[in-house]
């Protein structure tokens, strides 16, 4: 044993070979550059959709409860409050908010000429409050306490659709009958970058669509429910519903907003084929590696043969230098991603288009029990081809060396 790490300490520290000492150099680049770029495309994917959910979350909460009576019918008909989730909610501890919302289609219109169809969406002032994050700009002097009546919250597209401004009176226009006009004073500016919700919503106050609609205090459009811990949504799910009643239609968000989350989903797929690519070329290259240094220890493979030593003795010694030169890589490469999520999370160095990609800077969401899996799994398949190629030193024998060398 002491021979070996004598042997390998030898080949290893050997600075007389500049051919030996490119290989390694070129080892730690493949294992450190693949690590760091799978590392970090995982982490930029899971930041991604984790900025993207965050944002749905936000505006529509992790459940919607409506009425069964939405799908057959043209009319916007009520679930009652006092009985149904909205009664039996504080029973769930999993349950953190509820949120009653009424909607209503409606036409706006600013000091020009360009009307907008639109959703109100009418919510407690509360709710104000649960997109706070996503509003860029409000003005700080209006009282929503007193007068949050007197206000509404539009998207910054159609604001620009209206060339409106914060502070500006909206003429809305309600096709009830008899149809309702309201004046109402632009509070601020939300964005969320989702067409599904700039292009259509804008917020006020749901005592607006009660007085339109004719409905008291124990009658809502739907429900925006919250939960505690927004990554069992699904298991969740029965356990929500069960405390709904027989008219309450419950869906969980991501399968009101499919769309956006089927997309997530095949970003998934995008990472996998990438991850699939980035291993097989740092093995491919690792497997080379290991046969070129092979190759170029040929001649003292056979003098260590023509001695008596054993296959398995010769194998040990480059498989030291196989598993030194991952550690290295590894070591890097890790080191590599981490520097970068560091640098980006605090300069905001590499941007995105907003119109394209929903958020502006791009994120990284670090998660530690993925990052143990990925190290452990790329340093299985690079062990993998790196042992496969040690196998030619059984075939290697003492008269093959000699005039090969």
């Known amino acids: 044993m002491k021979l070996s790490k ?34 970090l495309s995982v982490f930029i994917l899971e930041g991604f959709k984790k900025e993207i959910k965050k944002k749905v979350y936000n505006f529509s909460g992790h459940y919607d409860v409506s009425s069964y009576a939405d799908g057959i019918t043209f009319q916007n008909s009520p679930i009652e409050l006092d009985r149904g989730l909205f009664s039996k909610y504080r029973e769930n501890n999993k349950i953190k908010k509820i949120y ?33 994050n996503n ?27 209206l060339q409106s401004k914060i502070g500006d009176t909206l003429t809305v226009f309600f096709p009830n009958s008899p149809p309702v006009f309201r004046k109402l004073i632009v509070y601020g500016i939300y964005e ?9 919503i804008v917020y006020g106050d749901i005592n607006i669509n009660r007085k339109i609609y004719g409905w008291d205090v124990f009658k809502a459009s739907g429900l925006s429910v919250f939960i505690n811990n927004p990554d069992n949504i699904d298991m969740y799910f029965d356990e929500i519903r069960s405390l709904s009643s027989y008219d309450e239609f419950v869906e969980t968000v991501n399968q009101k907003y499919v769309q956006i989350f089927d997309w997530l989903s095949l970003l998934d797929k995008n990472v996998i084929i990438f991850f699939i690519i980035i291993i097989f070329v740092a093995s491919f290259n690792m497997l080379s590696i290991v046969v070129i240094l092979i190759m170029e220890r ?32 590894i070591f890097i490469g890790n080191a590599l991603a981490f520097t970068i999520i560091l640098l980006q999370n605090k300069f905001q160095l590499f941007k995105l288009n907003k119109d ?36 030619i030193i059984n075939r290697i024998k003492v008269i093959d060396s000699i005039q090969f060398s």
Not at 110 to 130: A, H, L, N, R
Not at 136 to 152: A, G, M, Y
Not at 358 to 382: A, C, Q, R
Request: glycine share 6%; hydrophobic share 50%.
């Open 356 to 391: 394209n990609y929903y958020i502006e800077n791009i994120p990284f969401d670090i998660n530690y029990f993925m990052l143990l899996k990925i190290n452990l799994l790329v340093i299985g398949l690079i062990l993998i081809s790196i042992i496969i190629p040690l196998f």
């Open 298 to 329: 040929i001649k003292m493979i056979g003098i260590l043969k023509s001695f008596g030593a054993k296959s398995s003795f010769i194998i040990s010694i480059f498989s030291r230098i196989g598993f030194r030169l991952i550690g290295m890589g």
């Open 192 to 200: 969320t970058g989702l067409e599904e919700i700039d292009d259509v």
């Open 100 to 132: 009653p919302y009424i909607v209503s289609s409606a036409l706006v219109q600013g000091d020009y000429e360009s009307i907008e169809g639109v959703i109100f969406k009418g919510v407690s002032k509360d709710f104000f409050d649960e997109i706070s």
């Open 6 to 39: 004598k042997i390998y300490a030898s080949i290893w520290n050997s600075d007389l070979n500049v051919f030996s000492s490119i290989i390694k150099k070129i080892a730690y680049i493949t294992i450190a550059t693949g690590l760091s770029s799978i590392i």
């Open 135 to 161: 509003i860029i700009s409000f003005n700080e002097s209006f009282d929503l306490n007193s007068n949050f009546s007197k206000f509404i919250l539009i998207s910054s597209e159609i604001n620009k659709r």
